[in-house]
């Protein structure tokens, strides 16, 4: 199983600050990494595919960086809707598998 | 518009069970694999099961392997998941949601099942 460790778990942001995001996986999984943000008492949505094509829909401000092993999620100059909670997942292999999430909350 | 509509969650005691449905719509439903994933209360994203575009290929996570069945119709345009011997550690919101080969680009609303005596 490939496992996704994603850091920080918590950060306190403030608007128009640059957010770095991290997700690393515990073997090779190509591109094949998708993020996604989760407001409470919302579902997910898909932010970023495989590692860095964008979606349409989504502020440019999102972006996404990465392959094999080490993934970045960077929001620019965030804004005060981007308090969420972020995941990373993997579609290489099966089982697919999702990052233990990154909080992030405004100051 | 794609819409994932889905039903049938609720309160049960353990040992019981229940079936989610997820009503899909806006896309050719028969030709994108679809996944259940759920999400205990204040936790993160887990999968618990995937079944391809014709429902030939299935897959489930290890906490529900042989208690759980995912199915889907493709003319009723239709996903469903089975839930058997149901657990407390089961309880969580379950979400079905679109593959995209590969990412999950739509997700349902979200259903929430409760498993306490």
């Known amino acids: 199983e490939t496992v996704l460790t994603q850091s920080p778990d918590f950060q306190s942001v403030t608007p128009k600050e640059k957010v770095t995001i991290t997700c690393r996986a515990s073997?090779?999984?190509?591109?094949?990494l998708h993020w996604y943000q989760q407001k409470p008492n919302q579902s997910p949505k898909l932010l970023i595919k495989f590692a860095s094509q964008s979606i349409s829909g989504v502020p440019s401000r999102f972006s996404g960086s990465g392959s094999g092993t080490d993934f970045t999620l960077t929001i620019n100059s965030l804004e005060a809707e981007d308090a969420a909670t972020y995941y990373c997942?993997?579609?290489?292999?099966?089982?697919?598998?999702f990052g233990q999430g990154t909080k992030l909350e405004l100051k | 518009q794609v819409q994932l509509v889905e039903s049938g969650g609720g309160v049960v005691q353990p040992g019981m069970s229940l079936r989610l449905s997820c009503a899909a719509s806006?896309?050719?439903?028969?030709?994108?694999?679809m996944q259940w994933v759920r999400q205990a209360p204040g936790k993160g994203l887990e999968g618990v099961a995937v079944?391809?575009?014709?429902?030939?290929?299935?897959w489930y996570g290890d906490s529900v392997q042989g208690r759980f069945s995912i199915s889907r119709d493709n003319s009723r345009n239709t996903l469903y998941l089975q839930m058997n011997s149901l657990r407390p550690e089961d309880t969580a919101t379950y979400y079905c949601?679109?593959?995209?080969?590969?990412?999950?680009?739509?997700w349902g609303q979200g259903n929430r099942v409760t498993v306490s005596s």
């Open positions: 073997q090779s999984i190509g591109s094949s």
């Open positions: 997942h993997q579609s290489q292999s099966l089982p697919y598998t």
């Open positions: 806006g896309f050719a439903f028969r030709s994108f694999a």
């Open positions: 949601a679109k593959e995209d080969w590969g990412p999950l680009d739509y």
């Open positions: 079944i391809s575009y014709d429902g030939s290929n299935i």
